[in-house]
């Protein structure tokens, strides 16, 4: 689409990752009516970082693409059989896995990663070595990185707004920089500030 070609050189970057994580998952889907249904919009960061783990688990499973905007009422169904409150607001993902249902990318990549010995694990395995990793999500999760995608390109059209959001991703950005280096082993380069 034309608006995407005004995006920073690292959203364009960003978008074609997320499709091809999404082109992947879909190579590995079982054929319909598997035992692993995963409900994905294709564009949501949460509902890729659950595809990811499906993909590095090795997990075959059939993915359904729905509409956010227009949710089919099978997809709301699903949804509503993990959460309780009434007539909630859907999201994805949604990992269905025989009677099982299961809400929140978090939650599905910690269940995947329990519920299939297949392919490679998903948490390194010492416990310090682990809560690192989950201190190191966290802190994604809180910086806003994850969303930092959706608000930049929903601010295409508007100077300010867009200058704002590119602020707080660098702001985000170097926050996860320190991160790596607090936590991780110092190797590789730093992030991209610029």
């Known amino acids: 689409p034309a608006h995407l070609s005004r995006a920073p050189g690292g959203m364009m970057l960003l978008l074609v990752a997320a499709l091809a994580v999404l082109e992947a998952s879909a190579a590995l889907s ?5 035992a692993v ?3 994905t919009s294709g564009t949501c960061p949460y509902a890729q970082r659950a ?8 997990v075959p499973h059939e993915v359904v693409l729905v509409s956010l905007q227009e949710k089919p009422a099978f997809f709301s169904e699903a949804y509503a059989r993990a959460h309780p409150a009434p007539e909630p607001r859907a999201k994805v993902p949604v ?3 025989g ?3 299961l809400i929140e990318s978090s939650v599905i990549c910690e269940y995947v990663d329990e519920a299939f010995t297949t ?7 010492s416990p310090e070595e682990r809560a690192r990793v989950r201190l190191f999500m966290e802190m994604w999760s809180s910086s806003g990185m994850g969303s930092a ?3 930049i390109l929903s601010a295409l059209d508007d100077t300010e707004a867009m200058e704002k959001e590119v602020a707080a991703l660098r702001v985000a950005l170097k926050t996860m920089d320190a991160a790596l280096r607090l936590y991780g082993k110092g190797e590789g380069p730093p992030l991209p500030m610029e």
């Open 95 to 97: 990992v269905e896995h």
């Open 99 to 101: 009677a099982l249902t």
């Open 30 to 34: 079982a054929p319909s009516g598997g």
């Open 149 to 151: 995608g959706f608000k």
């Open 119 to 125: 392919g490679t694990p998903l948490l390194p395995p």
């Open 37 to 39: 249904k995963f409900y």
């Open 51 to 58: 595809a990811i783990a499906l993909m590095e688990k090795e």
